[in-house]
């Protein structure tokens, strides 16, 4: 997880959510997005073609595409789906659900 917001309130909701060994880093209180993202690519070796950054803002998605990582825009978060759309994303989902359907494929 990489969030701007406090660190109190992303565990919180990840522990909430029931969704907590379910990460092996939460990183908050960014506010560098572009450059932490890059971090995490090459602290954990990922390959950028096979990493994705979920994200609520036209921002998380141009940080997520500075990266070279995979996009996808949320549409109940802090924009508005048009605003999502304009960021132009690899993928938008309307419900959680649908990020079953993006692994999946």
Do not use: C
């Not at 109190?8 to 060994?21: E, F, H, M």
């Not at 940080?63 to 802090?78: C, D, E, L, P, V």
């Not at 924009?79 to 959680?96: E, R, V």
Request: overall charge negative; hydrophobic content about 35%; proline content about 3%.
């Amino acid at each position: 997880v990489l969030s701007g917001d406090p660190t109190s309130k992303i565990t919180l909701q990840i522990k909430n959510a029931g969704l907590t060994d379910y990460f092996k880093k939460v990183i908050t209180d960014i506010h560098d997005k572009d450059l932490a993202l890059k971090q995490v690519v090459n602290e954990f070796n990922l390959d950028p073609q096979n990493t994705f950054y979920i994200g609520d803002t036209a921002g998380d998605i141009e940080s997520g595409k500075s990266a070279g990582i995979k996009t996808i825009g949320i549409t109940w978060g802090f924009n508005s789906k048009s605003t999502i759309q304009k960021a132009n994303p690899d993928y938008i989902i309307n419900d959680i659900i649908e990020l079953d359907l993006i692994s999946n494929s």
